[in-house]
């Protein structure tokens, strides 16, 4: 079944941090594959006209075969009409809104039991705009959350700032998400399979640039601030257990934590149970199979407000067999 799910990408990134580049890049490149791409108000994207064919529907046909299509009703009944379509999508792209929360989109793919059967979301992409980001974070949670979300960053406009001030807004960037995979571009110029069909949580892709994050759990109180925490044991997960921690943790503390993602090793499982959460929706699957040999650890990721370390840390032990 999950052969035929399509991955699908949610593209987020405040106004004017070059989303809408990289969304003309993908449906104006000649790269052989085919996307829909979903925006909120075509009018917003700005695609140069004579990529657009017919221009008074709802949804655009572009000269590269991808197609574009805007949200005037419902993602869901968009989606769902998308998957009728003859010519299947190497991909589905969702764009937000330049103030919206991430949330909500992402949450989609977890609430429609026939979105869910046919598309897996792949990965949170977010476009930093690398001048005004650190003032951005005054002006509001927009700028910060759409960070806590990423899986991907793509830390823009890097030729307009110094590299002091580069520094300074990936330090701040990692003090939010320390597990997103930090790309610098200018003018969104970047490999598309950098950002898309990457699978929302690689384990391979953290332990690149995160090489302690098969070691302790890290539980700093932050206050409001949003922060990650991480823990890991090489000890097996009972997932009934878990399913059962972590639907009464999201109920009851859902609001506060962003995204929650992990890798675990179930007894006597030839996979990996790989689970993610966006808000209080969670959703799990089996992933790739273990290697011979491999060393089988659980790790577990939470990215929020107020997360309360020492609870987490208890909780996930408690589902440990």
Not at 201 to 225: M, V
Request: hydrophobic share 40%; aromatic share 6%; with cysteine.
């Amino acid at each position: 079944m999950a052969v035929s799910q399509v991955p699908v990408t949610v593209l987020t990134g405040y106004l004017g941090a070059g989303k809408t580049t990289l969304l003309n890049r993908i449906l104006s490149e000649q790269h052989g594959k085919k996307y829909a791409v979903i925006v909120n108000e075509f009018g917003e994207l700005g695609v140069d006209n004579d990529l657009v064919v017919n221009a008074d529907e709802e949804v655009f046909e572009m000269n590269n075969g991808c197609i574009c299509c805007t949200v005037r009703g419902d993602l869901i009944r968009i989606i769902e009409g998308l998957m009728k379509r003859k010519d299947k999508f190497d991909g589905i792209l969702v764009e937000t809104t330049g103030l919206a929360d991430p949330g909500p989109v992402a949450q989609t793919f977890f609430t429609d039991d026939d979105v869910k059967a046919r598309t897996k979301l792949d990965a949170i992409v977010t476009v930093v705009d690398a001048k005004h980001f650190l003032a951005q974070l005054e002006q509001g949670d927009e700028a910060e959350e759409q960070v806590a979300f990423a899986d991907v960053i793509l830390l823009n406009k890097t030729d307009l700032v110094s590299e002091d001030e580069l520094k300074k807004v990936e330090d701040k960037i990692h003090s939010i998400n320390r597990y997103a995979r930090i790309h610098r571009t200018q003018k969104s110029k970047i490999e598309l399979d950098a950002i898309l069909d990457k699978g929302a949580f690689d384990l391979k892709r953290i332990l690149e640039f995160e090489p302690d994050f098969l070691h302790a759990g890290h539980s700093h109180d932050h206050g409001d601030e949003v922060a990650s925490l991480s823990f890991s044991s090489e000890r097996p997960v009972d997932p009934d257990k878990f399913q059962k921690w972590m639907g009464a943790l999201l109920q009851l503390k859902g609001q506060d934590i962003l995204r929650s993602k992990g890798i675990l090793a179930i007894d006597g499982a030839p996979r990996r149970y790989v689970y993610q959460g966006v808000h209080m929706m969670m959703d799990a699957d089996w992933g790739t199979p273990w290697k011979d040999g491999e060393k089988r650890a659980s790790k577990l990721v939470f990215i929020g407000r107020n997360l309360d370390g020492e609870n987490l840390k208890r909780g996930f032990e408690d589902c440990l067999k």
